[in-house]
């Protein structure tokens, strides 16, 4: 599928760009390149290709699952304007 100037302008209208005339043959070149890229990798036969995550077979480090830091919930709830039950209070924004 090859776009046309008319097809361009349309799409720079919708994607609020400001294409000159100047610019509009090579936006049209450059999308319809893009266009031809993707109709290509489209013919290309991956049945039985296994889908692929990452290029490398890499793990992640991983850390214990161990507790590091106090418990400072009753000094933060302290110093804030309304707490009830454990919960901070906050205005209400939306009726």
């Known amino acids: 599928m090859a776009l ?9 209208h919708l994607a609020r760009l400001g294409l000159d005339d100047a610019e509009i043959p090579r936006t049209t070149q450059t999308l319809n390149d893009i266009l031809g890229l993707i109709d290509r990798m489209q013919a290309v036969d991956t049945h039985g290709i296994e889908p692929l995550a990452h290029p490398l077979e890499a793990t992640q480090r991983l850390r214990p699952d161990e507790v590091t ?4 919930r009753d000094a933060y709830q302290a110093i804030a304007p309304a707490v009830e039950n454990g919960l901070y209070l906050v205005p209400k924004v939306i009726e």
């Open 69 to 72: 830091e106090t418990d400072h």
């Open 4 to 12: 046309e100037r008319s097809d361009v302008e349309k799409i720079a």
